[in-house]
């Protein structure tokens, strides 16, 4: 399975950017599709979820009420919507999907190869 991650780029802060995940295909191992990022100098940390039947959806504390996630029209696609940005967002996006484990193990079995945003104050 290969993921492919696009939508990054320069923003100010309060804007919006949307991100958008494509699957090569699904699987037994594709149950749910995950969103991470990566600070400059910081860990990987956990961002949204999504099953592929559009629910478990669930979001880190950091960014619950200004992201959303979904699942697009085009086939096996997902989006992240990220509303009101801020300079602490500024990081390298990562889709990734799992199986029914990674609901909460957050272990993912495949990897995009990430997306970069950069929020500017």
């Known amino acids: 399975v290969q993921l492919q991650a696009s939508g990054g780029g320069l923003v100010q802060a309060g804007g919006s950017q949307r991100l958008s995940c494509a699957a090569s295909?699904?699987?037994?191992?594709?149950?749910?599709m995950g969103w991470f990022r990566q600070a400059p100098g910081k860990e990987r940390e956990f961002v949204a979820r999504?099953?592929?039947?559009?629910?478990?959806?669930y979001y880190a504390d950091s960014v619950k009420g200004r992201f959303s996630i979904s699942r697009g029209n085009a086939v096996n696609t997902v989006y992240l919507q990220m509303n009101n940005l801020n300079d602490e967002d500024t990081a390298v996006y990562y889709c990734?999907?799992?199986?029914?484990?990674?609901?909460?193990?957050?272990?993912?079995?495949?990897w995009g190869q990430g997306t970069e945003v950069t929020v500017s104050s």
């Open positions: 990734a999907t799992g199986g029914p484990k990674a609901v909460l193990s957050r272990r993912y079995d495949y």
């Open positions: 295909r699904r699987t037994s191992s594709t149950y749910i």
């Open positions: 999504i099953s592929w039947s559009g629910d478990n959806i």
